[in-house]
């Protein structure tokens, strides 16, 4: 199993224009999430999916969307990047909370510069 | 507004040393407490997790110390080794929704031989 892989692992936009990070696992994990990560703010919770055609927002959602088509892909999308978007990003997956102990599985993160 | 406040926010420890990270927590409704860590490069994987209706959990050298009524909790890395050194972050959730999880900021750790 390759787990949860996010492409890119790299990128850098100009302000104002869009993109998709892609994050997809193989582990059928019912629940996925994004998280940005931050010097000295740790990781703050952007949106999740507890299921396929199910999101939520967590708290930093502005600025953001997600969609989820299937049980393995939760892209997340800038439309109109800005500069308080540059961060590192993290794509997680769990089990159902009704069955595990809560363990989030992340990815190794995509680095997004925006200028 | 910090849920979940960690600290210190760095930390160095000599091999052999214990290594203490402490982290306080406002919301009483959170009753899951998981450490992760991350190294440089990587995303953060589960260490360590405890549930309240224990006052401590040891996994080998690794161990969380839990005081319910402080709203306190602190991971202890005892023989601390330089393979230890990372960046920890506790974090807390509801047993109802353990997938929501508040992070602390991070301690980054350097164990120096």
């Known amino acids: 199993n390759a787990g949860v892989t996010q492409t890119p692992k790299f990128q850098v936009l100009k302000t104002g224009q869009s993109m998709t990070l892609q994050c997809a696992q193989d582990?059928?994990?019912?629940?996925m999430s994004w998280y940005r990560q931050d010097p000295g703010m740790g990781l703050r919770l952007i949106h999740y999916s507890v299921g396929a055609g199910i999101t939520d927002q967590g708290e930093v959602p502005n600025g953001y969307n997600v969609s989820r088509s299937t049980t393995e892909d939760f892209p997340l999308r800038l439309l109109s990047a800005a500069p308080s978007q540059t961060s590192v990003y993290f794509c997680?997956?769990?089990?159902?909370?009704?069955?595990?102990?809560?363990?989030?599985?992340f990815g190794e993160g995509s680095r997004l510069t925006v200028l | 507004q910090q849920q979940v406040k960690q600290s210190p926010q760095s930390l160095i420890v000599q091999k052999g040393g214990i290594s203490i990270i402490n982290c306080a927590y406002e919301n009483t409704a959170f009753d899951y407490f998981p450490w992760y860590q991350q190294f440089p490069g990587k995303g953060p994987a589960l260490l360590i997790a405890i549930r309240p209706d224990v006052s401590e959990k040891k996994e080998g050298r690794f161990t969380i110390s839990f005081n319910k009524s402080a709203k306190q909790f602190s991971l202890h890395i005892m023989d601390s080794q330089p393979g230890d050194s990372a960046t920890y972050f506790c974090?807390?959730?509801?047993?109802?929704?353990?997938?929501?999880?508040?992070f602390g900021t991070g301690t980054r750790l350097q164990v120096f031989p």
């Open positions: 997680a997956s769990s089990y159902s909370r009704r069955e595990h102990t809560g363990e989030l599985f």
């Open positions: 582990m059928n994990h019912e629940y």
């Open positions: 974090a807390a959730a509801s047993l109802y929704n353990t997938d929501k999880l508040i």
